[in-house]
């Protein structure tokens, strides 16, 4: 077992905290790979607060030599731990499993498992960025498949799960916002399931269609419209849009547009019931 605390101090050039010697146990388990306890419990175990591992201000010294131990020593054992953080740490998703609950369905990190083959309603679904957007289009199309992004919030069981259900052959489409930080939380979920083709990920925001929503609906504003640059060619070419035009288009003012889109979406991916 590697000397954690004399590795930290020839490498840092400091000593190391009092009472960081309480957390050997708890490296010696991750060095093992053991499943741990929820980060406050692994905390309390050791003897301190239960923030202490997670908040950098709880205990700055303990913190830290916690987390360079981690970077530097224990790299190639990922923690695993059992995640305290149901709240802001789940995916939220309409009729995409079987299940006799109340749609729509949230579900948190410890179901992410459990999901991988549990059956499903459908073959295809909705990304929609926005909460409140997916809620609307929920409540005015309650049997749709929809897949809430949440923004930017890309957490971990939201992230697993998506990439689940592409593995499965859920075909997906994405809407978000018209603007460079709604463009820029598009790249990442392009980067997320990459083995989606672009054209068919965005197949509902192509760039003519953005450009048209651009000068139809487009607000002035040039802090959203910054150009930015991203990855994927057809998202810079709808960025490029945003730029140049300087104007903007919220998901909020095109409900409409998607009521004519999503029905005719769902359509060509759903299977034609054997006659």
């Known amino acids: ?21 309480r957390l050997a146990p708890l490296f010696a388990q991750i060095a093992a790979d ?8 692994q905390a309390v175990d050791a003897g301190f607060t239960a923030h202490t591992l997670s908040d950098a201000h709880e205990n700055p010294p303990i913190y830290h030599y916690y987390q360079w131990v981690l970077a530097n020593c224990l790299a190639e054992h ?15 998703c309409v009729n995409l499993f079987q299940t006799d609950l109340p749609q729509p369905l949230t579900l948190n990190p410890w179901q992410v498992s459990a999901m991988a083959d549990f059956p499903l309603m459908t073959n295809c679904a909705v990304i929609i960025e926005n909460n409140g ?14 897949i809430d992004q949440a923004g930017n919030d890309f957490n971990s069981t939201a992230n697993c ?14 809407l978000g916002d018209l603007d460079s930080p709604g463009i820029q939380i ?38 959203r419209t910054k150009q930015q640059t991203v990855q994927t060619p057809l998202l810079q070419e709808a960025l490029t849009s ?22 005719a979406w769902l359509a060509q991916h759903t299977p034609k019931p054997e006659s």
Not at 3 to 14: G, I, K, N, S, V
Not at 190 to 202: H, S, T
Request: glycine share 4%.
């Open 1 to 21: 077992m590697t000397d954690f605390l004399t590795a930290y101090q020839h490498a840092t050039h400091r000593p190391t905290p009092p009472d960081a010697n």
């Open 34 to 41: 053991h499943l741990l306890p929820p980060r406050g419990q």
């Open 78 to 92: 990922p923690v695993h731990e059992l995640s305290a953080q149901l709240v802001g740490n789940s995916f939220v």
């Open 133 to 146: 957007v997916f809620a609307w289009l929920h409540h005015r199309h309650p049997n749709w498949p929809l």
């Open 161 to 174: 799960l998506l990439r689940q259900l592409v593995y499965r052959g859920v075909a997906v489409t994405y």
């Open 186 to 223: 598009a790249e990442r979920v392009q980067r997320l399931i990459p083995q989606v083709p672009a054209d068919e990920l965005f197949a509902l925001q192509l760039p003519q269609r953005v450009f048209a929503w651009l000068v139809q609906y487009g607000k002035p504003d040039a802090k």
């Open 242 to 263: 945003i730029h140049t035009l300087g104007k903007f288009v919220e998901q909020e003012q095109l409900i409409a547009a998607y009521e004519d889109l999503i029905p």
